[in-house]
């Protein structure tokens, strides 16, 4: 069965360092999103992305990150200059279409930690 | 904020059915409720979803009322691997008309020998 994969799968990273996190979507899907969970937290929207746009983003999804999909299959989630309080878990999902009938389907994670 | 009310926690005992269910009073016509369950802190896993119609796969089945303000997630034969947090999802449209997911707290299920 078709799945969404992520690199890292965990992370360490000295506060104020770059971070860049990688997704594969599932190979005929359109929709991309990432989503974080802190620890004990729900899960958050942060992005969606569509045919190379930002199409929607959440008070989140401030100017230290950007997403990008810099070849046919990447999906990447980066943050420029990372906090404390970046430390989470990070979903990339896919779905095929857009619309609210089209599920959305998530990878296992990237676990980052900023010391 | 979620537009969902489920309990915090549940109990199940291994090989019966569990039930788990959702209020959703301020659904819309064009609004599909959703079911993910997550692991420890894996990915969110999607279960199953519906519009008006109830729903069964090879995971579950999915009873919605007739107004559409409630539902329930029944797994027929539950199992240890069953525990986790099950979360029931409307789906809403963004001002982009594009569709994402807001969790909510979700239901702790605990399935026991």
């Known amino acids: 069965e078709p799945e969404v994969t992520q690199t890292p799968s965990h992370q360490v990273t000295q506060m104020g360092q770059e971070v860049i996190l990688r997704c594969v979507p599932i190979?005929?899907?359109?929709?991309f999103y990432w989503y974080r969970q802190i620890l004990g937290q729900k899960v958050e929207f942060l992005v969606s992305?569509?045919?190379?746009?930002?199409?929607?983003k959440s008070e989140i999804f401030d100017d230290q990150f950007s997403v990008e999909r810099p070849d046919g299959s990447n999906f990447t989630l980066k943050i420029r200059s990372t906090k404390l309080e970046d430390s989470a878990m990070y979903f990339c999902?896919?779905?095929?279409?857009?619309?609210?009938?089209?599920?959305?389907?998530f990878g296992e994670g990237s676990w980052l930690t900023v010391v | 904020d979620a537009k969902t009310t489920q309990p915090p926690s549940m109990d199940c005992a291994e090989g019966r059915a569990a039930n788990l269910p959702c209020n959703h009073s301020?659904?819309?016509?064009?609004?599909?409720v959703y079911w993910y369950r997550q692991i420890h802190s894996q990915g969110p896993q999607y279960i199953i979803h519906?519009?008006?119609n109830n729903e069964t796969n090879e995971m579950a089945s999915l009873i919605i009322t007739e107004d559409r303000k409630s539902s329930t997630l029944i797994l027929p034969h539950a199992t240890l691997r069953d525990t986790a947090v099950y979360y029931c999802?409307?789906?809403?449209?963004?001002?982009?008309?594009?569709?994402?997911?807001?969790f909510g707290k979700g239901t702790m299920l605990l399935v026991s020998p």
């Open positions: 301020t659904i819309s016509g064009n609004e599909y």
């Open positions: 992305f569509y045919n190379n746009e930002i199409s929607e």
């Open positions: 999802i409307v789906r809403v449209a963004m001002n982009s008309g594009y569709s994402t997911l807001t």
């Open positions: 999902a896919s779905s095929r279409q857009g619309a609210a009938g089209n599920t959305i389907y």
């Open positions: 190979s005929n899907h359109l929709y």
């Open positions: 519906g519009l008006k």
